[in-house]
């Protein structure tokens, strides 16, 4: 089975710091993405990697960054966190889907709480 | 861009009555398409996807979807709810490059009348 776990299930931190969330896969797939889920509003994409190093914005990339360094790993990265970005932080991997291996894969979720 | 609007965000049926969650997708070519189910305080599992093999996709739990190109529709039905089907119901969108994002819609709360 396909595993991809987020370091943390609750994160609370205060206003303006800087916050690192980490998600790793096991299943070597190429592509990596970072969401987060609000009441009303689903799952929005922050950022999208197709492969190390190489990252694309998606719907609502303001206020962070991300790294991926290494296959596996996907960082995202509040530059500083505001209250505004209090929310659930979704990552997820998925294959390039080759043979029907079209879906993506989730973590179980960070709840961030800024204060 | 490829988009998927969920129609209604809060639908509410009787044990035993169909379940019908509406999905309509906005792609320029016909895109892979998915159901995903969230219990709660769970996280996100599939529950059916479309890859063009064949328009009726059945899943887990009972669940089906019908791809139509001409409505540029995936809704998601089955035909007698169960209790255990509460839950958030999201329809989620893919295109056939390799290094396709994937675009979810603002989800469906489905709710069982005893």
């Known amino acids: 089975d396909v595993k991809v776990t987020q370091s943390s299930r609750y994160l609370v931190k205060r206003t303006g710091e800087k916050v690192f969330l980490e998600c790793v896969q096991d299943?070597?797939?190429?592509?990596m993405f970072w969401y987060r889920q609000d009441p009303g509003l689903g799952l929005r994409l922050i950022y999208f990697s197709y492969d190390v190093k190489m990252k694309e914005k998606g719907d609502i990339p303001e206020g962070y960054s991300v790294s991926r360094e290494k296959k596996e790993r996907f960082s995202l990265i509040l530059e500083s966190a505001s209250t505004n970005q209090t929310s659930m932080y979704l990552c997820a991997s998925s294959s390039t889907g080759g043979s029907g291996k079209t879906e993506a894969f989730f973590g179980q979720g960070t709840r961030l709480t800024v204060v | 861009a490829q988009s998927v609007t969920q129609l209604g965000s809060h639908v509410s049926v009787s044990e035993g009555a169909l379940v019908l969650l509406r999905c309509n997708y906005s792609s320029s070519v016909p895109p892979y398409l998915f159901w995903y189910v969230q219990y709660p305080n769970q996280g996100l599992q599939l529950l059916l996807k479309y890859t063009s093999a064949a328009t009726l996709v059945k899943g887990i739990n009972g669940f089906e979807a019908e791809f139509k190109k001409s409505e540029t529709s995936f809704h998601l039905t089955k035909p007698s709810a169960h209790m255990s089907d509460a839950a958030e119901y999201f329809c989620?969108?893919?295109?056939?490059?390799?290094?396709?994002?994937?675009?979810f819609g603002s989800g469906t709360r489905l709710s069982i009348r005893p």
């Open positions: 299943m070597d797939h190429e592509n």
């Open positions: 989620a969108v893919r295109g056939y490059s390799s290094a396709s994002k994937i675009i």
